[in-house]
């Protein structure tokens, strides 16, 4: 046997020893040798692969030192999003959650007899760390990636290795061939304690508590750094899984256990909301006593198939819960208040505090939220006021200890000029609408008047307007905007078009290359899509999805422009409070200047078509009727007098003779009618509503586009997973265009289900209820087809 094969044969022994040792130091939490072995196995297989470093693999146990510093994080989709989960801050909170869980499963109801049947949980303390996805493909890591957004993350692969606890390679046998882990890595508190005093010793900060500190060393583009911080993952469930797993979510953390990844050792499995309170009270008692920091506890359904049945809201699945602690709270004093402009206008008092630690962080801010808040609370300035973290995380005040009160307290007034522009602030007012009237109050908000002539509702209006979900300008940061709107280079969003190289290359920060590629991003945003560009305008209440339900139900900015309130509400989810809001943005003729010079400065919209068919189709008369929001007059009345008069001008004209005749229309709803049409300007509201609906094409009268001919009319399909060769979005507009609507879940009514990789529950659904499902590749080929 040469030296060669000899040293391997020992590198592999150390390798396969030592990764034991890992897994019983980590994992078992049950170490088999002293550290000064362990030290000893590893200095040796150091010296051995530095003899022969054509022997050392990736997978190595000395390979977790860091490699060399990246220039930036790429970003990774995940392929099942990273959701969030609700928060439970009360018992009842926790109770009602149990309720609506067996209510979804369809489970007995307890009665004076019994308390029904109970939901099995899983139970695990929430650990105050950081997420993170980890991707096995044939049992080795092949990436890291940390939450983000929820959609898209930062790929951290080359500081992942770093951390100690997490395998390089998977132990055992029989786990998936794509695996992916999701977890927390966190920081444990004395590993903490040791870090901030090298930080001290060597002149640094110290971290301001365990979850920044782990936070900070996964961002930190030099491995090395990571790889000398106490880091540990806790893995906590799957992503994508290509492979069979185990039917429960305990089953499923016993099988990663099993494979070499750290879990929990506090999980435990609970039987109804009486054992999970139980368990909640248990850990709340040992918190202090835990090795790591921790903000609640998390429940979950414990069996997948329930999981599955139960689904997932918008942003957070219905099985799962976080019981959170309740807020830790100090006293300190009050030194001032000062007020901050944001994008809309709206003026914000923030507490500036005596710092004082709360939780773990220093503390010497806190929001007021509004006048109101601060005439509630009673607080004036010198005052000793008691601090808390909301959910261990957002600082606030939570009363005032009046017998502390100084002499020379002050009162804390709104400014009558905004503190960045001078411009008046004025109150804002609530409108509440009802049947036939409105009532106007006072909002509890107040806003500077100034526009975008106040540099800080410009700032962040811009800050907004180039996100990546708005028009995505690449190298625009908020440092950036600052510059830009400071030196006067830009005093709307319509400006970023007239900037040029000169102007840009002497910004701080900026050289040759760095302007070329800014002024190539702005370029690049010449031709969003009319969803994004909609959304990027900043239209108060209308967010990124509110934005795409215009642009796919109106088609144009023209007609969105013009939209009447009453039109906008048959929207779906658009009240009309929101409705009034869109509409008002566009009688603005300052808000109307900044879009043509938008326009006239190159910004060419994309994705603008027609009014979409089932928007166009969705007005009756009835339905108008009942827009009108006459007093006493509801849906079924409204029913009975489009039957009855057939058209809006016969409606006005009815005598009170008429509206008699009608069978069980009230003579109170009679009388309501009549008063409301005898008002002028109610009539001729109506009347232009129901002109814009024939503008549109949307009169009950108006001729339909025809959408039977088109192939998928009719047909309801479901697209999950994701899509290499185009994006979801894409694959949902080449479906309308088809004819097919596309919904969110799942149902009996669904005709077909596009399953990309990572389909989790709606692919589950679908296979159970025996829906037909199309791959990506089958799913290009019908597009194909379809479209000759």
Request: glycine share 10%; aromatic share 6%; net charge negative.
């Amino acid at each position: 046997m040469t030296d060669a094969q000899s040293a391997a044969e020992r590198i592999a022994a150390l390798r396969s020893e030592i990764d034991a040792h890992n897994y019983r130091y980590y994992v078992l939490d049950e170490p088999s040798v002293p550290d000064a072995e362990y030290d000893r196995l590893f200095s040796e297989l150091k010296r051995l692969e530095n003899e022969h470093p054509e022997l050392v693999t990736p997978e190595s146990p000395t390979q977790r030192v860091g490699g060399e510093a990246l220039a930036a994080f790429g970003q990774v989709k995940h392929e099942v999003p990273m959701l969030s989960l609700g928060n439970a801050f009360e018992e009842q909170d926790l109770v009602d959650f149990d309720r609506r869980v067996r209510e979804g499963l369809d489970l007995p109801a307890g009665d004076l007899f019994g308390g029904g049947a109970e939901v099995e949980y899983s139970c695990e303390p929430k650990l105050d760390g950081l997420a993170v996805s980890l991707l096995y493909e044939n049992g080795q890591l092949v990436r890291g990636a940390t939450r983000g957004d929820g959609s898209t993350g930062e790929d951290i692969s080359a500081n992942v290795r770093t951390v100690r606890n997490i395998p390089l390679k998977l132990q055992g046998s029989g786990w998936p061939v794509v695996l992916e882990v999701r977890g927390e890595i966190f920081m444990p508190k004395t590993g903490f304690e040791a870090l901030n005093a090298r930080q001290l010793e060597n002149g640094g900060k110290p971290f301001a508590n365990p979850r920044n500190a782990a936070a900070g060393s996964l961002r930190q583009l030099d491995p090395k750094i990571t790889a000398g911080r106490p880091l540990e993952l806790c893995a906590y469930g799957v992503g994508r899984s290509d492979g069979e797993l185990p039917d429960t979510h305990i089953g499923i953390l016993q099988a990663l256990k099993g494979w070499g990844l750290p879990i929990s050792r506090e999980l435990k499995r609970a039987h109804g909301v009486a054992e999970c309170r139980a368990y909640f009270d248990d850990i709340g008692t040992r918190r202090d006593a835990l090795a790591y920091e921790i903000d609640g506890v998390v429940f979950k359904v414990n069996t997948m198939a329930q999981q599955r049945a139960l689904g997932f809201r918008a942003r957070e699945p219905r099985w799962a819960i976080a019981r959170k602690f309740p807020a830790r709270e100090e006293i300190t004093e009050l030194l001032g208040v000062e007020f901050q402009v944001g994008r809309t206008g709206a003026i914000t008092p923030v507490a500036r505090l005596k710092p004082v630690q709360v939780a773990g962080v220093t503390v010497s801010n806190a929001t007021l939220h509004n006048m109101d808040e601060v005439a509630r609370l009673g607080v004036m300035v010198g005052d000793t006021v008691i601090v808390r973290r909301a959910g261990d995380v957002i600082p606030q005040i939570l009363g005032v200890i009046a017998e502390r009160r100084p002499a020379d307290a002050r009162a804390v007034q709104i400014p009558q000029q905004c503190p960045v522009c001078g411009s008046a602030v004025e109150r804002t007012q609530l409108i509440k609408r009802s049947k036939g009237k409105e009532s106007i109050s006072e909002g509890a908000a107040y806003r500077c008047i100034g526009r975008l002539s106040c540099q800080a509702q410009l700032k962040q209006a811009i800050i907004h307007f180039v996100s990546r979900r708005a028009m995505d300008i690449d190298g625009l940061g908020d440092k950036i905007v600052e510059q830009l709107v400071d030196k006067g280079l830009v005093s709307s969003p319509a400006d970023l078009y007239t900037l040029t190289f000169e102007q840009i290359v002497e910004l701080d920060g900026f050289a040759e290359l760095s302007t070329r590629n800014l002024l190539a991003a702005i370029e690049h945003s010449r031709r969003p899509t009319l969803a994004r560009f909609i959304y990027a305008l900043g239209i108060p209440d209308v967010g990124e999805e509110t934005a795409k339900l215009l642009a796919r139900a109106l088609g144009t900015l023209a007609r969105i422009q013009v939209a009447l309130p009453e039109l906008l509400s048959w929207l779906p989810e658009v009240g009309l409070e929101v409705a009034h809001e869109i509409h008002s943005f566009f009688q603005d003729t300052h808000n109307l200047e900044v879009i043509e010079q938008l326009l006239a400065r190159g910004i060419e919209l994309q994705e603008e078509g027609e009014l979409h068919p089932d928007f166009a189709g969705c007005v009756s008369l009835a339905g108008f009727i009942d827009k009108l929001n006459i007093p006493f007059i509801a849906a079924t009345g409204a029913q009975r007098l489009a039957d009855r008069f057939g058209s809006l001008e016969s409606l006005i004209d009815a005598d009170w003779l008429d509206l008699r005749q009608i069978e069980r229309l009230t003579e109170k709803a009679a009388r309501s009618l009549r008063d409301f049409f005898d008002q002028p300007e109610n009539a001729e509201r109506a009347r232009s509503i129901e002109a814009q609906l024939r503008e549109f094409g949307m009169h009950w009268h108006s001729e339909k586009q025809q959408v039977e001919g088109l192939p998928l009319a009719g047909q309801t399909w479901v697209l999950t997973g994701s899509l290499e060769s185009m994006s979801r979005d894409v694959g949902k507009a080449r479906l309308e265009e088809l004819g097919a609507k596309v919904a969110g879940s799942v149902s009996a009514k669904t005709n077909a289900v596009v399953a990309g990789p990572g389909a989790g529950s709606k692919l589950a659904k679908a296979t159970e209820l025996g829906i037909k499902v199309l791959d990506e590749a089958a799913f290009v080929a019908l597009l194909a087809e379809l479209n000759g």
